[in-house]
C-alpha cells in the first residue's frame, strides 16, 4: 500500500509559478513511478508528467513540456512538480498517483491515488 498526500496548490497571477509536492508513505518507494494528472471542471483527467521510480526519465504532456519539471527524492519519498510561466488553462485540481514497476505510464494506469490539490491560475 502506499499512501500519497499532495501540497502546495494555491492561486497565482499568470506568468508565476508554483511547486507541488507529492508525499509518499510506505516502503520501498523507488520501486514506484509516479504521474501527475490534473483535472479541470468539466474536463476528462488529462496526463501532465511521469517520472520513474529511479528519476532516470521523465515524460511530459505537450502543453506543459519546457514549463513544467518533475523530480523526486526518493530519501523523502517525495516527488515534486515544478510548475514555471503558469498560464490560465493550467487551472485545475492536480493529482499525483503512483504505480510499482520500471513504467511509468502516460495514461491513468496507476494504483495509487492522492486526493488532489487545487491550482488557480488568474488572468
Known amino acids: 500500500q502506499v499512501h500519497l498526500v499532495e501540497s502546495g496548490g494555491g492561486l497565482v497571477q499568470t506568468g508565476g509559478s508554483l511547486r507541488l509536492s507529492c508525499a509518499a508513505s510506505?516502503?520501498?518507494?523507488?520501486?514506484?513511478?509516479v504521474g501527475w494528472f490534473r483535472q479541470a471542471p468539466g474536463e476528462e483527467r488529462e496526463f501532465v508528467a511521469t517520472?520513474?521510480?529511479?528519476?532516470?526519465?521523465?515524460y511530459y504532456a505537450d502543453s506543459v513540456r519546457g514549463r513544467f519539471t518533475v523530480s523526486r527524492d526518493n530519501a523523502k519519498n517525495t516527488v515534486y512538480l515544478q510548475m514555471n510561466v503558469l498560464k490560465p488553462e493550467d487551472t485545475a485540481v492536480y493529482y499525483c498517483?503512483?504505480?510499482?514497476?520500471?513504467?511509468?505510464?502516460?495514461?491513468?494506469?496507476?494504483?495509487?491515488w492522492g486526493q488532489g490539490t487545487q491550482v488557480t491560475v488568474s488572468s
Open positions: 517520472i520513474t521510480g529511479t528519476g532516470f526519465a521523465t
Open positions: 498517483a503512483a504505480k510499482e514497476g520500471l513504467r511509468a505510464p502516460t495514461t491513468p494506469r496507476y494504483d495509487y
Open positions: 510506505g516502503r520501498t518507494f523507488s520501486n514506484y513511478a
